[in-house]
């Protein structure tokens, strides 16, 4: 079984930094596109940021020049640093990956983690 497990949520003080990570586990043929979401309470998902494969990157603007999304594709594993956090950054941050599964990589599946919770206090 497929699945994508986050890490690294929690409580930080406006300003601070936090990092969280997630990795696809399960029988993968490739993992290709990886992303960051967010929602807050009573709010819509939004996309953060994404990463290809070979590492193009686009950012929300509302995040560009505070968070920083990396991946390792050994380990199906996708990173985002958050620095210079807000209060409005408070929300539930799901990973979001495009993953290829088959002896010839021939299903895509759109997987998602379970989503971890990042409070910035004021």
């Known amino acids: 079984q497929v699945q994508l497990v986050e890490s690294g949520g929690g409580l930080v003080q406006a300003g601070g930094p936090l990092g969280l990570s997630c990795a696809a586990s399960?029988?993968?043929?490739?993992?290709?596109?990886m992303a960051w979401y967010r929602q807050a309470p009573g709010k819509q998902r939004d996309l953060v940021a994404t990463?290809?494969?070979?590492?193009?990157?686009n950012y929300a603007d509302s995040v560009k020049g505070r968070f920083t999304i990396s991946r390792d594709n050994a380990k199906n594993t996708v990173y985002l640093q958050m620095n210079s956090l807000k209060p409005e950054d408070t929300a539930v941050y799901y990973c979001?990956?495009?993953?290829?599964?088959?002896?010839?990589?021939?299903?895509?599946?759109?997987?998602w983690g379970q989503g971890t919770l990042v409070t910035v206090s004021s």
């Open positions: 979001n990956a495009q993953i290829r599964l088959g002896v010839l990589g021939q299903r895509v599946l759109d997987a």
């Open positions: 990463i290809t494969r070979g590492a193009n990157i």
């Open positions: 399960g029988t993968i043929f490739r993992v290709n596109d």
